[in-house]
């Protein structure tokens, strides 16, 4: 029943009428007698839920009203126009031909975060403006002011922050770069922390069940990250970043337009902490020595006179990292196979060190007589090589991925109707071993899609795909996903969307955290394709609202939502035993419920506010019972506040940035079962998070930033149980719900040449 939940409520929504004052026209393909008109172009007032459709004709009628005076008339094919309206009138608008392709060339918004009123599904879109409000040194830090996404640490040794949308963890989201499957597999742990936040030109949120084109993995949602292009991004760009517990970061970009059609980037990132820091006295580091380098080279090519346009990326990343008891030396003090330490000392550490080279190409066509009808083509190799230990644990993972999408897109009848289709393949090979256990296997998938669209800004807009896929793991299945977005009044957009997501569990590589306790690792092997398991098949409903609105004079929106996630399988991580940790199958029920209410709100001129809660429902049926979801507030509170100065004509200016995380109490694992010492309550107690930044922007080259995260001083007190024995039976870094760092203060600075 809940498939037609959100066609229900659509039925029975009002329709109200407009004024009758109106600005009327025609769109036409081109200027001079032999010009064409356009049906099916968009014209819609800018910041508004106004807008209509051109007819067969190419023509149109869209009301008028005084609050605003900016018409933007758009065409798949063809460059945005933008008009300045001041009364009611009848126009004559000419497009330019435009050779870009939407799914190679992905604009930059200008506004920090924009929430579309007009596309089917829920999407917000982040760009670099709102990124520079926190450090943000990598992506998995690039969410601090954005309450769709929570950051949690994922254990209490590597500091490791992983992200969750809908109350599920990050393997259920679909994460990719351009639009290419990023952080899967082997990297699932860590690979958040491979891409550097100036890299970023922006980030696409997308709630729910995704679009077929991207692939059958998306069960929650998905996150899109637009890299900076050679073409727009600066010439030079710096910026170096510190911080009081001794982390030390540099980025360098470099960008040449070499001729008219060809630009190239070198991108250099480099970050280090050699500092030891054990601010709770447990004898274990608080964050992680490491060292990383990664360096990208991109190029870009683009002839719109031919229609083509490409970009090119190679990349190498090596990444370090030593964790443990702070005398810890992997010179003397690792563990060899006989669980003794070279030097004879009962040292606990850990090292986990990560080769990554990957490469990418993206090529695009635009038919110069169709220009709203082109060619696709996507492809990636990457090798992930990640060698680690965990005290007498050793965890190795090699990872080779090969992925191909090839992509059409046109119209049927007019760009009212658009249709995507194309075909996939996929391979991934497995070289895993878990102490002295080989796991290793390869993956194989082909599959086909198709999706339909439907825009009318008038009224409904609606996308559907559907796509069929071979994994010879998996089996054959068919993945459907639906969207739909309804214009009940002016400012309101109300959205629903149903899809299917299926995917292979990677037990160990999502679930590393695990291998730092003396827990004991357990399979329930039931004669499935994946480590004996089935795999996990989720179908996900959801309902949106979006309403905008103007309250004395100041521009504003409220957003609600509301997600449910149902499990047909799902493979269990079951810790609630302190003593094991047990994946099995699903027998039973298994379901996560989201709601969330968000407000943007400009308080002042240049003074905004932003403001949400969120409430979570996520439980299993685990062996022992249903329980819910644990290290997972189920009330949680948001708040941001950002001022900027006017700015000068040099770009002169200051900006002040505000954020506060309120977060209820978590159910914790059971632990009643330990002695005594090393047994926790059954909920954590709730807490508040702080974090602020002040940046003073000297020009439009140079600007320096200070900022503190944790400023109220939050600590979890024993985030290492059995720290005093590491190799005893209690030692379990995993139960982790509050900071482990107390306040810390960082500083930076941005040079850039235009």
């Known amino acids: ?290 060292d990383q380098i990664n360096v990208m080279n991109r190029w870009q090519y683009q002839d719109a006179e031919k229609g083509w346009v490409s970009f090119f990326n190679v990349r190498f990343l090596n990444d370090e990292k030593q964790v443990g008891q702070v005398d810890f030396n992997p010179d003397t003090d690792r563990v060899d196979g006989s669980n003794r330490s070279l030097s004879g000392a009962e040292v606990w550490g850990s090292e986990i060190n990560t080769r990554r080279f990957d490469t990418s190409l993206k090529l695009g066509y635009v038919f110069p007589e169709l220009p709203f009808q082109s060619l696709g083509f996507q492809t990636s190799y990457s090798l992930h090589k990640q060698d680690s230990y965990f005290g007498f644990r050793t965890y190795d993972i090699n990872h080779e991925s090969l992925y191909s999408n090839l992509l059409f897109n046109s119209i049927i009848g007019d760009t009212r109707n658009k249709f995507k289709t194309g075909i996939t393949f996929a391979y991934d090979g497995y070289d895993e071993m878990v102490a002295a256990t080989d796991y290793s296997r390869d993956d194989t998938s082909v599959g086909a899609f198709f999706e339909y669209s439907y825009e009318n800004l008038e009224k409904v807009s609606l996308t559907a795909g559907l796509r069929v896929d071979n994994h010879n793991r998996l089996g054959t299945f068919v993945t459907p996903r639906f969207h739909i977005r309804y214009t009940p009044w002016e400012k309101g957009s109300l959205r629903g969307s149903f899809g299917r997501g299926k995917r292979a569990a990677n037990i160990f590589a999502e679930n590393q955290q695990l291998f730092a306790s003396a827990r004991q690792i357990n399979i329930g092997n039931t004669g499935g394709k994946v480590y004996g398991l089935d795999p996990e098949d989720a179908w996900n409903y959801g309902v949106s609202f979006l309403q905008g609105f103007n309250f004395l004079n100041k521009k504003g929106d409220i957003s609600l939502d ?22 099995y199958n699903l027998d039973g029920d298994s379901s996560a419920k989201s709601f969330q209410v968000e407000v943007n709100y400009e308080l002042l001129t240049r003074l905004n506010f932003r403001t949400s809660y969120k409430f979570y429902d996520v439980s299993t049926d685990y062996n022992s019972g249903n329980l819910q979801k644990p290290l997972l507030a189920q009330n949680r509170f948001f708040a941001n506040l950002g001022y900027e100065t006017e700015a000068k004509e040099n770009g002169a200016q200051w900006k002040f940035d505000y954020t506060l995380h309120a977060l209820g109490k978590m159910r914790l694992p059971d632990t009643s079962v330990n002695e005594p010492a090393y047994q926790l309550g059954e909920y954590s107690s709730p807490y508040n998070l702080m974090n602020a930044q002040i940046t003073k922007v000297f020009s439009n080259r140079i600007e320096l930033y200070i900022g503190g995260e944790n400023l109220t001083g939050e600590q979890q007190n024993n985030p290492v149980l059995g720290a005093n024995d590491p190799f005893g039976p209690n030692f379990d870094t995993t139960i982790v719900y509050a900071p482990i760092m107390g306040r810390m203060f960082y500083g930076g600075f941005r040079f850039k040449i235009q």
């Open 1 to 290: 029943m809940n498939k037609y939940i959100v066609l229900t409520i659509i039925a029975m929504l009002p329709w109200f009428a407009f004024s009758q004052e109106k600005v009327e026209g025609v769109v036409l393909d081109s200027e001079g007698s032999n010009a064409l008109t356009l049906s099916g172009a968009n014209v819609y007032w800018q910041d508004s839920q106004t807008g209509v459709v051109t007819d067969f004709d190419g023509k149109f009628s869209i009301p008028y009203k005084k609050e605003f005076n900016k018409l933007i008339i758009s065409y798949v094919g063809f460059e945005t126009d933008t008009l300045t309206i001041n009364e009611p009138k009848t126009i004559r608008v000419s497009l330019k031909p435009s050779n870009e392709l939407d799914e190679v060339v992905v604009q930059q918004e200008r506004d920090p975060i924009q929430k579309t009123y007009f596309s089917p599904q829920n999407v917000i879109t982040v760009n670099s403006a709102e990124l520079l409000k926190a450090a943000c040194c990598n992506l998995a830090e690039s969410f601090e002011t954005n309450p769709s996404i929570d950051v949690n640490l994922s254990d209490g040794l590597t500091g490791t922050k992983q992200i969750q949308m809908l109350g599920l963890t990050s393997p259920y989201l679909l994460i990719t770069q351009e639009n290419i499957p990023m952080v899967r597999g082997a990297s699932q742990a860590y690979g958040l922390t491979f891409t550097p936040g100036t890299w970023i030109e922006s980030i696409q949120i997308t709630k729910g069940a995704g679009s077929v084109v991207n692939g059958y993995e998306s069960i929650s949602g998905q996150i899109n990250t637009e890299l900076v292009k050679p073409l727009t991004d600066n010439a030079v760009f710096v910026n170096g970043y510190a911080n009081q517990n001794g982390r030390y970061e540099l980025n360098t970009h470099f960008n040449r337009k070499l001729t008219d059609k060809w630009s190239t980037g070198l991108y250099i990132h480099g970050n280090k902490r050699t500092q030891k820091e054990d601010n709770n006295e447990d004898g274990f580091l608080d964050a992680p020595l490491a």
């Open 562 to 583: 509301y997600y449910i996630t149902d499990f047909e399988n799902q493979v269990v991580v079951d810790w609630e035993n302190p003593q094991e940790v047990s994946f």
